[in-house]
């Protein structure tokens, strides 16, 4: 059974970098799936970040203005998310995602973490 | 502003149906058959529901359903129960590119 894990620090100050992992577990993340990376402001929708292949490959939100960043680990079967200079508008729920490289839809998700930009 | 419209809210008794609609252009839903709808509920999990319009992945009730008819996408829900009370939320895939709706918050009464 595939699961997906988010985790990292719930209290970001402005201007840091927010950064998030998602550990993969049932599933290699070597396989042919992108893993992305969505979230939600409090009160709003949901918004794409990006997602990223295994090998590296990626595409991103042109809306984050190139402050995020997403990598990926095999040998730890997870997957990164760095979002630079952060402001309280980054205060959300992030919700890591499996996408398959044959597909166009989100197939399993993580249960989101809160992460708040706050001095 | 979401690129893809949807209503705020919807609401309905049990066993009634609900339509949520989605509303984007001729640049995303209109341009492919690359719709899908999600079901959000406090404290879990993300659920895909449909897929490409109106395919249902394993496991989701028959009672969910999708449909697309030019720049809009819309998502059925018959013979509704307590459990479907969440958040819905359609998006768009357009060459590599992800959108998702702003989210409508169905209450079941």
């Known amino acids: 059974q595939v699961q997906l894990q988010e985790s990292g620090p719930g209290l970001v100050k402005p201007s840091d970098t927010l950064s998030l992992t998602c550990a993969v577990s049932?599933?290699?993340?070597?396989?042919?799936?992108?893993w992305g990376w969505i979230r939600q402001s409090p009160g709003k929708g949901l918004e794409w970040i990006g997602y990223?292949?295994?090998?590296?490959?990626?595409y991103y939100n042109p809306s984050l203005k190139s402050r995020a960043t997403m990598s990926v680990d095999t040998s730890k079967n997870h997957f990164s998310l760095e979002l630079t200079s952060v402001t309280a508008v980054d205060t959300a729920v992030y919700f890591c995602?499996?996408?398959?490289?044959?597909?166009?839809?989100?197939?399993?998700w993580g249960q989101g973490t809160l992460v708040t930009v706050s001095s | 502003q979401s690129a893809l419209t949807q209503p705020a809210s919807v609401s309905g008794s049990p066993g009634q149906s609900i339509t949520i609609s989605c509303t984007g252009t001729s640049s995303n839903i209109g341009d492919n058959n690359y719709v899908s709808w999600y079901q959000l509920r406090p404290d879990e999990a993300p659920k895909l529901i449909i897929y490409e319009v109106n395919n249902r992945p394993s496991g989701v009730s028959d009672r969910f359903s999708g449909s697309k008819s030019g720049d809009t996408a819309s998502l059925t829900i018959s013979g509704l129960q307590a459990e479907d009370e969440a958040d819905y939320y359609c998006s768009s895939y357009t060459t590599a590119f992800v959108t998702f709706g702003g989210g409508t918050k169905l209450t079941v009464l």
């Open positions: 049932g599933f290699s993340i070597s396989s042919h799936y992108w």
């Open positions: 995602a499996r996408k398959s490289a044959l597909y166009t839809y989100f197939d399993c």
């Open positions: 990223i292949y295994y090998s590296g490959g990626a």
